[in-house]
């Protein structure tokens, strides 16, 4: 596919778009450095992508070329328009990954490398793709399975992956949007406020808000959180909230290493959400 070589130039550009927009619109205040932070997940990022390219990508495209050639998958087995089979494979591509990253959530092992997105005290755009290569690599299987099973066209697994990417740099963004318009955005898409709450430190907000592009699932999955004010989140996981937690070293031998207890801080506390301080109705994003 032609346009498939400009997907990296297009995804580069988005990114530079929204690290400057969130310069100048932060949601957020930031709690570290910029510079060294935005530096560790560059770095962290550019592994988690010689991974995908030399690991998930060609086993997601082999998968994809076999269940065409094998007639494999569930649209091969039924016939539909091209358009609704688009339709339909873009919704079952997107709600698969939703189940894992649920996944990444509830099995401990996962959950050691997924940790290492999570340790960031300052959600931005370069978090995004701050993922350890690890968790990309176990991704791999998962890849092959969806797309096996899926057995989608190579049209609609290039959209959805360049919709995927577009989403999850928006998503993590600390942009301020306006609140109408995020409020409209998100009645269908995940947006940087309610992302933002899947990266608070309090163990039931990090649990919820497990979409990627669309924000039906958690609504169907009652994993939905939107009534936090982004004034009131701090971002990161409590137990890896010391300076050396965000070296690059430590980011790398941390699911290797012995686990502390995520969910408590050095002093023995455990973050919880005072009521009080939720906005009153729990469907609408607060502000």
């Not at 969130?22 to 010689?50: I, K, Q």
């Not at 978090?127 to 299987?141: D, I, K, M, N, Q």
């Not at 004010?229 to 012995?258: A, K």
Request: net charge positive; charged share 15%.
């Amino acid at each position: 596919m032609a346009l498939a070589k400009y997907v990296p130039f297009m995804i580069a550009g988005l990114f530079a778009t929204l690290f400057l927009l969130e310069r100048w619109f932060p949601l957020r205040r930031n709690r570290t450095p910029l510079v060294p932070g935005v530096l560790l997940n560059l770095a962290v990022s550019a592994l988690a992508f010689l991974t995908a390219f030399l690991a998930v990508r060609p086993s997601a495209l082999r998968t994809l070329e076999w269940s065409s050639k094998q007639s494999f998958g569930l649209f091969h087995f039924v016939s539909l328009p091209s358009w609704l089979e688009l339709v339909l494979g873009f919704l079952l591509l997107d709600l698969s990954f939703y189940y894992w990253h649920l996944l990444n959530h509830k099995i401990p092992l996962l959950w050691r490398f997924h940790n290492v997105h999570h340790i960031d005290p300052d959600l931005d755009v370069s978090t995004a793709f701050r993922f350890h290569f690890g968790e990309v690599l176990c991704s791999t299987l998962f890849r092959v399975v969806q797309v096996g099973l899926l057995g989608m066209s190579f049209l609609t697994f290039f959209i959805y992956e360049l919709v995927f990417q577009a989403n999850t740099l928006l998503h993590h963004s600390n942009l301020r949007l306006p609140i109408r318009i995020e409020r409209l955005l998100n009645v269908i898409f995940v947006t940087p406020r309610m992302h933002g709450i899947h990266h608070s430190q309090v163990r039931l907000e990090t649990n919820s808000n497990f979409g990627v592009v669309f924000c039906w699932w958690d609504r169907l999955h009652r994993t939905l959180g939107l009534n936090i004010p982004q004034s009131q989140i701090e971002i990161g996981i409590p137990g890896y909230t010391l300076p050396q937690d965000n070296r690059l070293s430590h980011s790398l031998v941390l699911p290797f290493c012995r686990q502390r207890d995520y969910w408590s801080k050095r002093d023995g506390t455990v973050p919880a959400r005072d009521a009080s301080l939720l906005t009153p109705n729990p469907t609408q994003l607060a502000e």
